[in-house]
């Protein structure tokens, strides 16, 4: 406002309304990104498939590609030993997912030969 006539400057207020009509724009994108995230957060729970493997030593790098071919990871792993015959046979005993949407050839997986 000048002063001595009592006028607004034009110039200011365009800006000052253009300042409040892009801050209200961002606050308004800003609080539905939110709500965006927060719902998405709270509905789309991943499904899982589970399975347990034990594929022999000498078969283990062969399964594991077969696996993760057909989306499997691996949860848990422990290399376990068993005496078959007077023979320690090892082997390694898996705990396998993969979201449930995931359907192909190795639904369930295979378990390797004993």
């Given at each position: 406002?000048?002063?001595?006539?009592?006028?607004?400057?034009?110039?200011?207020?365009?800006?000052?309304?253009?300042?409040?009509?892009?801050?209200?724009?961002?606050?308004?994108?800003?609080?539905?990104?939110?709500?965006?995230?927060?719902?998405?957060?709270?509905?789309?729970?991943?499904?899982?498939?589970?399975?347990?493997?034990?594929?022999?030593?000498?078969?283990?790098?062969?399964?594991?590609?077969?696996?993760?071919?057909?989306?499997?990871?691996?949860?848990s792993a422990r290399r376990a030993g068993s005496e078959t015959g007077g023979k320690m046979?090892?082997?390694?005993?898996?705990?396998?997912?993969?979201?449930?949407?995931?359907?192909?050839?190795?639904?369930?997986?295979?378990?390797?030969?004993?």
């Open positions: 406002m000048n002063e001595h006539t009592g006028e607004r400057n034009p110039q200011l207020s365009t800006l000052i309304t253009l300042g409040t009509l892009i801050l209200i724009v961002g606050i308004l994108l800003l609080s539905g990104e939110a709500w965006q995230i927060v719902r998405g957060m709270a509905t789309q729970r991943q499904q899982w498939q589970y399975a347990i493997e034990a594929p022999r030593d000498e078969d283990l790098s062969k399964r594991l590609r077969e696996l993760g071919t057909g989306g499997w990871e691996i949860v046979e090892y082997a390694y005993e898996m705990i396998l997912r993969r979201p449930s949407d995931i359907t192909d050839a190795l639904l369930p997986p295979t378990p390797a030969p004993r």
